[in-house]
């Protein structure tokens, strides 16, 4: 459970490589930015914690990766009015490496960051608690008012509803727990771990 909160809080087996004409400066800025947040929201709960170790190593590293290049594409070509079949058509093949992908490397990485979550409880017995606090405390602090303007300023679009979404659904730490006590129970997480472990024969059967 711990493993997914902090999922929720920090997102090339196939043949294809979603990272190709992305600028790896643009790459770097944004691990740099993912590095910068978790600072700002483990540093005091979990100093030991370290991003690279967990998000850009061992079992982690490819699909973070290429996760971050896919998103760093999709901003781009989702930034537009009206999001058509054609675009999302365009952008099959990419979604099925990342299914791909995801079945034969998300469980292992989930167990290398359920690790570094488990150190952290043992280190500090308040760490989900501090997380979220500090959490609410970086978005409010930096991210609120971005995130609202861009909100309203692509009212419509397919970003700008999302965003909205999000502004209305989470306004503070309270929020986020009633989510979290919600839908990530004990026993939704076990439904989770048991459907990984069925489909882990099958995914990527059906998704190449």
């Known amino acids: ?13 196939f043949g294809i490589n979603l990272c190709k004409d ?14 910068a947040g978790s600072n700002l929201i483990l540093g005091a709960s979990c100093p030991s914690f ?5 998000a850009l190593s061992g079992s982690c590293k490819a699909i973070v990766r290429q996760a971050t290049c896919y998103g760093l594409k999709a901003a781009e070509s989702y930034d537009v009015d009206t999001v058509n079949y054609g675009l999302l058509a365009e952008d099959v093949s990419n ?19 359920k690790a570094a979550m488990e150190n952290c409880l043992v280190e500090n017995e308040n760490f989900v608690a501090d997380t979220i606090a500090a959490a609410e405390k970086v978005y409010k602090d930096d991210f609120a008012a ?26 503070s730490a309270a929020d986020i727990q009633d989510f979290i006590d919600q839908y990530l129970t ?14 882990s024969s099958t995914c990527p059967t059906i998704l190449r």
Do not use: P, Y
Request: net charge negative; glycine share 6%; with cysteine.
């Open 146 to 171: 971005r995130v609202a303007s861009f909100a309203n300023s692509n009212k419509g679009s397919l970003l700008g509803d999302i965003a909205t979404m999000a502004v209305d659904r989470f306004s």
């Open 186 to 199: 004990e026993g939704a997480v076990a439904d989770a771990k048991a459907a990984a472990e069925e489909s």
């Open 22 to 35: 992305v600028k790896k400066s643009d790459l770097s800025s944004a691990f740099a930015n993912a590095r």
């Open 50 to 54: 370290d991003f690279d170790n967990v």
């Open 1 to 13: 459970m711990r493993a997914i909160i902090f999922l929720a809080i920090v997102g090339v087996a």
């Open 95 to 113: 979604m099925e490496h990342l299914g791909n992908l995801a079945c034969d490397q998300a469980r292992n990485c989930f167990l290398q960051v």
